[in-house]
């Protein structure tokens, strides 16, 4: 019997990751990825959110960067997500 090779998945940072759904955002929708400061807006925006800067408006709140990048192709199956 052959043995399956473990495949080993290659680390993003989650800077890297909200980088690259930035340019594909600002491409296809016009927004952009941002990161809640403080605690003050934590409880209404998530950790993170989505804004569109010609509006200057909130389009989005608890996005889950992780999720969202590979809904968007921009993190693939081999790779995954490190602090």
Same mark, same amino acid.
């Given at each position: 019997?052959? #043995?399956?090779? #473990?495949? #080993?998945?290659?680390?993003? @940072?989650? +800077?890297? *990751?909200?980088? +690259?759904?930035? +340019? #594909?955002?600002? @491409?296809?929708? &016009? %927004? $952009?990825?941002?990161? @809640?400061? &403080?605690? /003050?807006? +934590?409880?209404?925006?998530?950790? %993170?959110?989505?804004?569109?800067?010609?509006?200057?408006?909130?389009?989005? =709140? %608890?996005? =889950?960067?992780?999720? *969202?990048? /590979?809904? *968007?192709?921009?993190? /693939?199956?081999? =790779?995954?997500? $490190? =602090?």
């Amino acid at each position: 019997m052959a #043995k399956k090779k #473990k495949v #080993k998945k290659v680390p993003v @940072t989650m +800077r890297a *990751l909200i980088q +690259r759904i930035n +340019r #594909k955002l600002a @491409t296809e929708r &016009g %927004y $952009v990825i941002k990161k @809640t400061r &403080g605690n /003050r807006w +934590r409880g209404e925006l998530g950790d %993170y959110y989505a804004v569109d800067p010609k509006r200057n408006c909130v389009v989005s =709140e %608890y996005i =889950e960067p992780e999720d *969202l990048g /590979r809904e *968007l192709g921009v993190l /693939r199956d081999w =790779e995954k997500v $490190v =602090e």
